[in-house]
Nanobody
Framework: QVHLTESGGGLVQAGDSLRLSCTSPVRTFGSHDMAWYRQAPGKERAFVAAITWDEKTNYSDSVKGRFTISRDNAKDTMYLQMNSLKPEGTAIYYC?????????WGQGTQVTVSS
């Protein structure tokens, strides 16, 4: 079982920034592709951004240019820097780690953006 822990969520105003973190004690953290997803109230979980083990990144169109995904393998941590937040960014944000084609999820961190 792979445990993931997200942190950094909170209540902010539109236009503000937040940085989310996702940590895991897995020894091979740096060898795995990871991603951020979010689930808004009443909607399905949606892709936000991904980063491969060799730090190639990919973003959904809705966050491209505003969000930055990164990782620090020495700290076993992945980040999501979110700038220019919009009210539609209100959601629970989840991190995902992929291990041999199996996906593991954290419990999520709430981000609320007020207008």
């Amino acid at each position: 079982q792979v445990h993931l822990t997200e942190s950094g969520g909170g209540l902010v105003q539109a236009g503000d920034s937040l940085r989310l973190s996702c940590t895991s004690p897995v020894r091979t953290f740096g060898s795995h592709d990871m991603a951020w997803y979010r689930q808004a109230p009443g909607k399905e979980r949606a892709f936000v951004a991904a980063i491969t083990w060799d730090e190639k990144t990919n973003y959904s169109d809705s966050v491209k240019g505003r969000f930055t995904i990164s990782r620090d393998n020495a700290k076993d941590t992945m980040y999501l820097q979110m700038n220019s937040l919009k009210p539609e960014g209100t959601a629970i944000y989840y991190c995902k780690l992929t291990w041999f084609k199996s996906d593991y999820w954290g419990q999520g961190t709430q981000v609320t953006v007020s207008s």
